[in-house]
């Protein structure tokens, strides 16, 4: 019998490794095949083997789709070219004259589209701080359609709660999105908190090697399913059968990877926290962060992303940025290297003029599951060294 007969019984751990992936009917090959094929046989007009052509469906892009499906408790999931396409598409299910609230804390790219693109066609936006209750009932219109939050938010590292939010868009007949990025289902699963759809750019943690850009798409219900498989096609900003292998080889160590990543981030949290030249530490798992008491209860751990800030702001941590040697100064996150960088002239520089705009004196980190130890020695020289600058 299949072992995903009763993948529904299975531990997280053992659903990264065996969720949606079988041996190969034809060669038997234990790990999924990279189908590289455009196009199909067709036995006869009309009939053939489930597939007619890779932009509607790729066996390997089946796998990965039916592999998130499961990670994510879902019952559908859609891959994508990238986190951004994957929102696209998301967002053409809802139509001109329609109205979107959307965290005041998203990724840049995210930001973007919203006000740079998509409100060019007639949809509406409002960002809010999706922390506070009360101000996202202030901003609830009868053609509200869709919330749309990440948590924990880029770069600030707030969280919303997801039930909480989920509950309100629901009374007012509208869905709930969530850009599960940041934690992964590893850490979080929205849908089973009341989310309609989950998002991810499996760029970072789940392809975990910065090696491919994805996006995908999980959710429960049929009938938004059916209309964003046909967009999925109609749209075609799908992934291609290597990036779906990559992404899939990523899932299999997902479980190990987190639990290296957030240990390694609580390790250099403390220390951050300890150094006198550091001003500020934000990560959820520290107990002066906000929502740390939300943090213990939403989230297994409290994830791989931690921001500061330093006394002396922009020039220092300019300074530390480009110090740290193990640190690598580059945009993305969720890979198995650490990263550094600064937010507001870099990932977040779409928001800049916006409301959006984040402090340039912020450091972002990726935290890699290297050592912790050398990742600490790393910091602290190029602590050091913004010192003696200063
Ligand atoms: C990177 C990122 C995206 C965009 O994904 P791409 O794969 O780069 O298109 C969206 N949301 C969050 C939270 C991200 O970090």
């Not at 991810?200 to 999980?218: E, F, L, N, P, R």
């Not at 705009?357 to 602590?383: F, T």
Request: aromatic share 6%.
């Amino acid at each position: 019998m299949s072992k995903n007969h009763k993948i529904q019984s299975f531990d997280f751990e053992t659903l990264t490794v065996h969720a949606g992936v079988e041996p190969d009917p034809l060669s038997g090959a234990v790990m999924t095949p990279i189908y590289q094929t455009s196009t199909y046989v067709q036995d006869d007009v009309g009939r053939h083997k489930g597939y007619e052509y890779s932009r509607t469906d790729n066996p390997t892009r089946t796998v990965l789709q039916n592999a998130m499906a499961i990670l994510e408790g879902g019952q559908h999931a859609l891959a994508f070219s990238s986190g951004m396409a994957a929102i696209y598409t998301l967002l053409r299910l809802v139509k001109p004259g329609e109205h979107v609230i959307s965290g005041n804390d998203v990724y840049g790219g995210t930001y973007r589209l919203f006000e740079s693109v998509l409100a060019q066609y007639g949809l509406e936006f409002t960002f809010v701080d999706l922390t506070d209750d009360k101000a996202l009932a202030m901003v609830i219109r009868p053609n509200t359609r869709l919330i749309w939050l990440e948590t924990p938010t880029n770069p600030l590292l707030q969280l919303v709660d997801i039930a909480s939010v989920a509950q309100i868009a629901h009374e007012t007949g509208a869905w709930l999105g969530v850009d599960n990025t940041f934690a992964s289902p590893a850490l979080q699963q929205p849908l089973q908190l009341g989310a309609d759809f989950v998002i991810h750019s499996t760029t970072k943690y789940i392809g975990g090697h910065s090696d491919v850009v994805g996006g995908m798409i999980i959710l429960n219900d049929s009938t938004p399913y059916e209309e964003l498989k046909f967009l999925q096609n109609a749209i075609g900003a799908v992934p291609g059968p290597m990036d779906c292998f990559l992404t899939l080889r990523g899932i299999k160590t997902l479980a190990l990877r987190m639990d290296a990543h957030c240990r390694n981030a609580g390790e250099v949290a403390h220390f951050l926290a300890d150094h006198p030249a550091v001003a500020q530490v934000i990560y959820p798992g520290l107990p002066d962060h906000p929502q740390h008491e939300l943090a213990n209860r939403q989230m297994k751990k409290p994830g791989g992303m931690l921001s500061f800030t330093l006394i002396g702001g922009e020039v220092p941590a300019r300074i530390v940025a480009q110090e740290t040697q193990l640190f690598t100064l580059a945009e993305s996150l969720g890979g198995v290297e650490s990263l550094i960088e600064l937010p507001a002239l870099m990932t977040h520089a779409s928001v800049a003029d916006s409301p959006l705009a984040i402090d340039p004196g912020l450091v972002r980190l990726s935290v890699g599951i290297e050592s912790a130890a050398d990742l600490i020695d790393d910091l602290a020289q190029a602590l050091h060294k913004a010192a003696s600058v200063q």
